[in-house]
């Protein structure tokens, strides 16, 4: 599967794209491997944020600028929601893990309608292959074949 978004990707599709699990998973690796200091965490957070969107545009074949920065962006929200990293060292009443929870929540359903939304005018995809009528105008008139009458 390919990490470029395409209008006919699904929901669901979209939202499994978005996540730079690559990413994700160096990002796991590297936090068990260091000492347990806020600099250390925070710069390797900063790194592979930056590093998000260049590993997607050249690694996964992303072109659209809109997809890589709603990934850069998944990236942080996700780092946020678990409270991993550098927030392991912040403390209440400048982070709960309950609001990591919520904006996780929620960012789930953004992104995904943003990145799957088409041009108004175009047809949906199980009418693509019709052919359409011009708005206005109307539509053809359909000749009919008479049928002999049968005694």
Do not use: C
């Given at each position: 599967?390919?990490?470029?978004?395409?209008?006919?990707?699904?929901?669901?599709?979209?939202?499994?794209?978005?996540?730079?699990?690559?990413?994700?998973?160096?990002?796991?690796?590297?936090?068990?491997?260091?000492?347990?200091?806020?600099?250390?965490?925070?710069?390797?957070?900063?790194?592979?944020?930056?590093?998000?969107?260049?590993?997607?545009?050249?690694a996964?074949?992303?072109?659209?600028?809109?997809?890589?920065?709603?990934?850069?962006?998944?990236l942080?929200?996700?780092?946020?929601?678990?409270?991993?990293?550098?927030?392991?060292?912040?403390?209440?009443?400048?982070?709960?893990?309950?609001?990591?929870?919520?904006?996780?929540?929620?960012?789930?359903?953004?992104?995904?309608?943003?990145?799957t939304?088409?041009?108004?005018?175009?047809?949906?995809?199980?009418?693509?292959?019709?052919?359409?009528?011009?708005?206005?105008?109307?539509?053809?008139?359909?000749?009919?074949?008479?049928?002999?009458?049968?005694?």
């Amino acid at each position: 599967m390919g990490r470029a978004i395409e209008q006919e990707n699904s929901f669901l599709q979209v939202l499994l794209k978005l996540i730079p699990s690559e990413v994700i998973a160096v990002f796991v690796f590297i936090q068990g491997v260091m000492p347990g200091q806020f600099w250390p965490h925070f710069m390797m957070a900063l790194l592979l944020v930056g590093l998000t969107p260049l590993y997607l545009s050249l690694a996964g074949g992303v072109k659209s600028r809109t997809q890589l920065i709603l990934s850069t962006l998944s990236l942080i929200v996700w780092i946020y929601a678990m409270g991993t990293g550098p927030l392991r060292f912040v403390h209440p009443p400048y982070y709960e893990p309950w609001h990591g929870a919520v904006l996780l929540a929620v960012w789930t359903l953004v992104p995904p309608m943003l990145l799957t939304q088409g041009p108004e005018d175009e047809a949906p995809p199980h009418r693509k292959n019709r052919k359409s009528v011009p708005k206005g105008k109307p539509l053809p008139a359909v000749k009919t074949r008479k049928r002999p009458v049968r005694p």
